[in-house]
């Protein structure tokens, strides 16, 4: 059974990073590319970031572009390192695995971990 | 301002068949495949549509999903109550080198 685990959410102040994780099982990890998508609040999903397989081709919105960074590692885990954090940036930010072609098909996705940038 | 246009709303009554648009340009759509989500807040998006008309497994075929040139469109048939949910359609933009989303479409089954 696939399973992605989501932790690392919180409160965190203007200008302040945060990471989070991403946990994978149940399916060859290296061989799908991954993402993150986030839902602000009354707004509607936000493509942030993907990465392939292997690791080694990276994708950015140009909202987090410079300032997120999208990685995973051979403990099956992807992560989303988020610095230089804005009020804009507060959403609720979903992993997910990719299906198929380019990284806009997911099948399977994390509970999601809500992110909150306030002082 | 989404990248790709879709209506805010749409509604219909049980058993109708309802269309969802999605609009794009030849950057996204024009040249890319389109995806639809099915989404309640909260929860995690359920993949309905990929790779413009194909359905995962456990999709059931009232959802279809078709595309021409720069639009592509989600239909829903035989209208259920639980179909009341947000709709998204996605697709990769060769331009910005990134995945877009529309803005979504609120479903009310009426």
């Known amino acids: 059974e696939v399973q992605l685990l989501q932790s690392g959410g919180g409160l965190v102040q203007p200008g302040g990073s945060l990471r989070l994780s991403c946990a994978a099982s149940?399916?060859?990890?290296?061989?799908?590319?991954m993402t993150w998508v986030r839902q602000a609040p009354g707004k509607g999903l936000e493509w942030v970031s993907a990465i392939n397989g292997g690791g080694g081709s990276t994708y950015y919105a140009d909202s987090v572009k410079g300032r997120f960074t999208i990685s995973r590692d051979n403990s099956n885990t992807l992560y989303l390192q988020m610095n230089s954090l804005r009020a804009e940036d507060t959403a609720i930010y979903y992993c997910?695995?990719?299906?198929?072609?380019?990284?806009?098909?997911?099948?399977?996705w994390g509970q999601g971990t809500l992110v909150t940038v306030s002082s | 301002q989404s990248v790709l246009t879709q209506p805010p709303s749409a509604s219909g009554t049980p058993g109708q068949r309802v269309t969802i648009s999605c609009s794009g340009s030849s950057s996204n759509i024009g040249s890319n495949t389109v995806n639809w989500y099915q989404y309640l807040p909260r929860t995690a998006p359920k993949l309905l549509i990929y790779s413009n008309n194909q359905r995962p497994s456990g999709v059931p075929d009232r959802f279809s999903g078709s595309k021409s040139g720069t639009s592509a469109s989600l239909a829903i048939s035989g209208l259920q109550s639980e179909d009341e949910a947000d709709y998204y359609c996605a697709a990769w933009d060769d331009s910005l080198n990134g995945g877009v989303f529309g803005g979504g479409t609120k479903l009310t089954v009426l």
């Open positions: 149940g399916f060859i990890f290296s061989n799908y590319g």
């Open positions: 997910a695995k990719v299906h198929s072609g380019w990284y806009t098909s997911f099948d399977y």
